[in-house]
């Protein structure tokens, strides 16, 4: 299992440096300059590595990103790494509050689905499922901006905090709920819960969506097993053999569809981010690859990949620790 | 009377049209042991499942009378059936592989069963069940109590299916092909086990059974079903002198060590029977 | 001649494998036809594919031609669906759209399927070091949500439609192998495969004649349900300008140069958004019922 990860994460690492070499934009004449005499481009491009043949020059980049070094940003003159460690808890937050809550609603509906299924109300959740699988999440974004901040004024518009209480909330986790909440600031965490609402609850529906679909498909067989007729014939409520005899079975299952959830998120957090002028990972992302900008876009497409194999190992692990039927 | 069944009727709609799968079946059943024996797809354990409503709900049911202990079971709510199942009737099911749950401990299951009817703390329901898997003649039950299903044999599961189904102390047994999934050399043990609970707590019994000759050996009186019909009822002391066509049919198809036969006869089904 | 055809389909005991084949056919598009949200998703499919097809005779206006005089004006008679920022026709755009946005789609599905069905058997069908070093590959790709990668590639190529199909069909291609090769592990070791083995027949005839067809109807039913993130991810590389360029009539390019007007003239980034919402949403529930009819076991 470990080989497979490692195997894996060598994989990505080869493909996003042959993504970045494969460019349009020769980064020499990017850095230097378009008129820049000829020697001056042989001394860069010798000064950049880039003169060597492509596998030491995968080497060289491997050694890299072994000491943290994702090269610099041309377009906010920082390392890459550090934009990302100042960009990503932004992100960080957004996603995971978006995951919270479509977990608490998605498994439950799922589980409504399942015991019902067949059922209006089983039509009516999946019409909803696929609806949150066929909507694109800019749109939703947009309309829910276009509704309740500027039609109904009642949410607050783009951004991760109100201007007033910028520069005003010490940094400590980079999460800005939980930061307001140690500054004591209940004002600027209710700013910030506010502000939050939105994408959060957009990216949450798109992966509750998701969730809701696989409860349900692993409940229907899982409420076909005979321990469910056993389970009715002790004589139990049906609430206790949906969710005390039923769901156990299932719930193992659900942890692997969580962690691939998580990585949709951040995928879905690109497109929010952008259509929320919020200052993640995501609006990174594209701001450089508008600019051609191609360290952080690497970096940043490295990381997503690495936090989501790592997903997947922890996704494993949980399963074989969990499940008494593994051994 | 423990369980009266006049004229059941148990039928599925698809979407191709409607499938009647019980077509009429009449019982009654005190503190005696009956063996309901037939084929596949006969309609016998529709017909015990039917009287615990444990089928889908999309199952039409319908019965002159279907009581258990005076109680009409097809008006019954939810809540009246649950003081029922368990409570006043063990089910066991065929194969404790598919019928434990998986991912709970035998213990926990056993005490759960005690505990929803009889009430009382985690740890007496605990302590319950490690003396009912004991009853049951499971020689350590405070290991198996903590084990999981699939970590113990089938025959095992099938002691511990029992154990879960008399906790309540229930009035009625029924054992829906209890041995069909196991060792021929465990059937026996887990039968004796059923007709030595059944006896020293005076309990009904309803055992269903393919198996025509062991259940004529447990049982007092033996019903034949074909098709979703009874075909025959009698004593089982009078099994071999049997008059149903189908039920000698099932007779001669019986292997035997004292009559050997160079070739089993096939049993010819006469749609005669099904009027 | 409809009630022979019926009669004939659904005899119980079929005389020719040809009656047999469509008495399955027949009996899969009656669920279907049984199945209201699958007949909605056909619906709405159908009219697209015809809007694209037909564009030109069903626009009522070039969808290029600007008439500033008349920017962002709201639906009217003249101006089925209003006009966007330069003046040109929203109605007519959408209708050209169409065919971007179908093009793009078989242009992936053309790209993916094939690819992603032939790796798939090989992988399932040789096993061993084969079978690992294509699923590891599988794996890498598999480890990149779908739109980031597509970014990167695009960002790598350089943005445009024909980058935004390939960028998409190189994310697009590794759960398709992943099922392909499910599928022909099932199948490799039956008995008419061994059959045909002795028969002399060499591997890649029985991978491409005879296991890669049995892949077929899930693979079918897989790309359906794909269609709608197809769309989506096309959409969202135009919306962020990594996909079409405008004045391409793409759908998310055409949300994207609107976006702006969302609280003043909201109609205008609203429209494209609703086509692509339709058509997904359309794909989505086709794909759906086609898995309820034709694998009952998958759910």
């Given amino acids: 299992m470990l080989s497979s990860v490692i195997l894996t994460l060598f994989g990505l690492t080869v493909l996003t440096f042959l993504i970045g070499r494969v460019m349009p934009v020769d980064p020499v004449i990017a850095a230097v300059g378009d008129n820049a005499p000829e020697d001056v481009i042989i001394r860069a491009r010798a000064e950049m590595g880039l003169d060597q043949p492509l596998p030491i020059q995968f080497l060289h980049y491997l050694n890299q990103l072994a000491h943290g070094d994702f090269g610099m940003s041309v377009l906010t003159k920082n390392p890459v790494a550090t934009d990302i460690a100042r960009f990503f808890p932004a992100t960080f937050e957004l996603a995971t509050a978006a995951l919270l809550l479509s977990i608490v609603i998605g498994i439950p509906l799922g589980v409504w689905a399942a015991v019902r299924q067949g059922s209006i109300t089983d039509q009516a959740i999946r019409v909803l499922c696929l609806a949150g699988h066929s909507v694109p999440v800019f749109m939703l974004s947009m309309i829910s901006l276009l509704i309740f901040y500027s039609a109904l004024g009642i949410a607050p518009g783009p951004g991760r905090q109100d201007i007033i209480y910028d520069g005003m909330i010490e940094p400590v986790t980079g999460l800005l709920s939980i930061d307001t909440l140690i500054a004591g600031d209940l004002d600027a965490f209710w700013d910030a819960l506010t502000h939050m609402a939105q994408p959060v609850i957009i990216l949450a529906y798109f992966s509750m969506a998701y969730i809701a679909r696989m409860t349900r498909a692993f409940m229907i067989d899982a409420l076909k097993g005979e321990y469910v007729i056993t389970a009715r014939a002790k004589g139990l409520t049906g609430l206790k053999v949906v969710w005390s005899h039923a769901f156990p079975t299932v719930a193992v299952q659900l942890i692997t569809v969580i962690a691939l959830t998580y990585a949709g998120l951040l995928e879905g957090a690109v497109v929010t981010e952008t259509v929320f002028a919020w200052p993640g990972i995501g609006q990174y992302l594209t701001t450089s690859l508008m600019n051609a900008d191609m360290n952080p876009v690497v970096g940043s497409t490295l990381l997503i990949g690495f936090i989501y194999v790592g997903l997947n190992l922890l996704a494993d692990i949980l399963y074989r620790l969990l499940d008494p039927r593994v051994q | ?275 | 001649m409809n009630a022979a055809f019926r009669t004939w389909a659904l005899s119980e005991a079929p005389s020719s494998r040809r009656q047999a084949a469509w008495g399955n056919r027949y009996r899969a598009w009656l669920n279907l036809k049984g199945n209201p949200l699958g007949m909605i998703g056909l619906t709405i499919i159908s009219i697209f594919i015809l809007m694209a097809i037909f564009a030109p005779l069903l626009a009522t206006h070039d969808p290029a031609t600007q008439e500033l005089a008349n920017r962002l004006a709201a639906p009217n008679a003249a101006h089925w669906f209003g006009t966007d920022e330069l003046g040109r026709d929203v109605f007519s755009r959408i209708l050209y759209g169409a065919r971007v946005t179908l093009g793009m789609v078989i242009a992936v599905v053309v790209l993916v399927a094939p690819i992603g069905l032939a790796v798939g058997c090989i992988a399932g069908y040789f096993g061993g070091i084969v079978d690992t070093a294509l699923m590891r590959i599988t794996d890498i790709f598999l480890a990149f949500p779908r739109l980031v990668l597509a970014l990167a590639f695009v960002a790598a190529l350089k943005p445009g439609i024909e980058s935004a199909v390939l960028a998409i069909a190189l994310t697009a291609w590794p759960p398709y192998a992943r099922l392909a090769r499910a599928e022909t592990l099932t199948v490799r070791n039956s008995d008419f495969i061994a059959a045909y083995r002795l028969t002399g027949a060499s591997s890649w005839r029985i991978i491409f004649r005879h296991i890669a067809p049995l892949c077929t109807p899930s693979l079918i039913v897989r790309v359906t349900l794909d269609m709608s993130s197809i769309i989506i991810t096309a959409a969202s590389l135009g919306f962020l300008g990594m996909g079409a360029q405008p004045p391409s009539p793409e759908w998310g390019a055409m949300i994207a140069t609107a976006k702006r007007f969302i609280f003043e003239q909201w109609w205008v980034p609203m429209i494209p958004a609703i086509a692509i919402l339709l058509v997904s949403l359309a794909f989505n529930f086709l794909g759906d019922a086609l898995r309820d009819v034709l694998d009952p076991k998958g759910n």
């Avoid at chain 2, 423990?2 to 409607?18: C, E």
């Avoid at chain 2, 019965?63 to 809540?79: K, P, Q």
């Avoid at chain 2, 086990?193 to 062991?214: F, K, Q, T």
């Avoid at chain 2, 292997?255 to 749609?271: C, F, G, N, T």
């Fill in chain 2, 1 to 275: 009377m423990l369980v009266d069944i006049q004229n059941l009727k148990i039928g599925f709609k698809s979407r191709t049209g409607f499938h009647q799968a019980v077509k009429g079946v009449s019982l009654k059943l005190g503190t005696e042991k009956l063996g309901i024996v037939g084929e596949s797809g006969s309609g016998k354990s529709l017909t015990a499942r039917a009287l615990m409503k444990l089928l889908p709900k999309s199952t039409v049911i319908e019965a002159d009378t279907l009581a258990f202990d005076g109680i009409d079971v097809l008006s019954a709510s939810e809540r009246q059936m649950r003081q029922i199942r368990g409570k006043r009737a063990g089910f066991i099911l065929q194969d404790p592989k598919y019928s434990l749950n998986p991912v709970k401990t035998i213990g926990a299951q056993v005490a759960e069963s005690w505990r929803t009817h009889k009430g009382g703390s985690r740890r007496e329901a605990l302590e319950a069940a490690v003396n009912l898997l004991e009853q049951v003649q499971i020689r350590n039950p405070q290991v198996v109590a903590k084990s999981y299903p699939h970590e113990v044999s089938g025959g095992m599961g099938q002691r511990v299916m029992i154990a879960m189904m008399l906790a309540p102390d229930p009035e009625l047994l029924i054992a829906d092909e209890p041995t069909s999934a196991l060792d021929a050399t465990v059937q026996a043990e887990i039968l004796r086990l059923i007709e030595e609970l059944v006896a020293e707590r005076g309990m009904g019994l309803l055992l269903i059974s393919h198996d025509l000759p062991l259940v004529s050996h447990f049982c007092d009186r033996v019903m034949v079903m074909y098709s979703g019909r009874v075909m025959e009822e009698l004593k089982a002391s009078e099994l071999l002198s049997a008059k149903h066509p189908y039920t000698r049919g099932l007779l001669n198809c019986m292997p035997s060590l004292i009559h050997p036969k160079d070739r089993l006869p096939v049993l010819a089904r006469d749609p005669e029977w099904l009027k």
